[in-house]
């Protein structure tokens, strides 16, 4: 497994009124973090919050192309970004004890934080398809270029994980500086991963390792997780 040190390339925030960051997604031009009460969009650009939209918001948070996904407390939910109407509900694997949650090829994926998971779900029903087990708390997911990664935080200590999405072994690990927590993870599709940092409402932006002729290339498809 190869380990080294994550490169933090920009901090964002802390925002007004957003106490802590609970999870990230991205939608190919904002990225979206969740702050408890609301789900507010961040240009990465600027660094300026350029509208947020009032939704239960205390976990993972997810963009499937058209329509946000966000977790709130034991339920997954479906929301229209354009309005801010919940489309609809879908009960989340860990009925509350859930974090990160990630949009890849027409399921969600969803990390269980203290149950140390990550649940693959059919987005409609809740239903799950699959489970990965880790030997560390969960606390954001995302797929970037066929590659699943996850983030943890434990203690004083965050990592970004890559990992084998069929057995959940561990091939690579980004370190993060020593009490720069973790709480939601996403890619951007190309060379940035933005993550969540909790209680300290900061956005981070972290360069994802460079991937040979390939790095920088985008998947085509904005992909969460957190997030959360």
């Not at 190919?28 to 660094?47: C, M, T």
């Not at 809740?126 to 990664?149: F, H």
Request: proline share 5%; hydrophobic share 30%.
């Amino acid at each position: 497994m190869k380990h080294s040190a994550a490169e933090i390339l920009r901090e964002y925030g802390p925002f007004p009124g957003a106490d802590r960051v609970n999870g990230v997604t991205f939608d190919g031009q904002h990225v979206w973090f969740a702050s408890g009460d609301k789900l507010s969009a961040l240009d990465p650009a600027s660094g300026k919050v350029q509208r947020s939209i009032d939704v239960a918001s205390h976990a993972g948070t997810a963009f499937d192309g058209k329509h946000l996904f966000q977790i709130a407390e034991d339920r997954i939910q479906k929301i229209d970004p354009k309005t801010g109407r919940v489309i609809s509900t879908i009960p989340a694997p860990g009925n509350g004890g859930d974090s990160g949650l990630a949009w890849h090829e027409g399921t969600l994926w969803v990390g269980q934080h203290r149950g140390r998971k990550i649940h693959q779900i059919d987005p409609e029903t809740g239903a799950i398809l699959r489970t990965i087990e880790s030997n560390r708390v969960v606390t954001g997911v995302t797929w970037v270029d066929g590659e699943l990664w996850h983030g943890t935080w434990e203690g004083d200590e965050s990592e970004l994980r890559h990992i084998d999405p069929r057995t959940g072994e561990v091939l690579e690990e980004l370190n993060m500086p020593p009490g720069t927590a973790v709480s939601g993870l996403e890619s951007d599709g190309g060379d940035r991963f933005f993550c969540g940092g909790g209680s300290s409402g900061k956005v981070r932006a972290v360069r994802r390792p460079r991937r040979g002729s390939a790095a920088g290339s985008g998947s085509g498809t904005p992909v969460d997780s957190t997030s959360k």
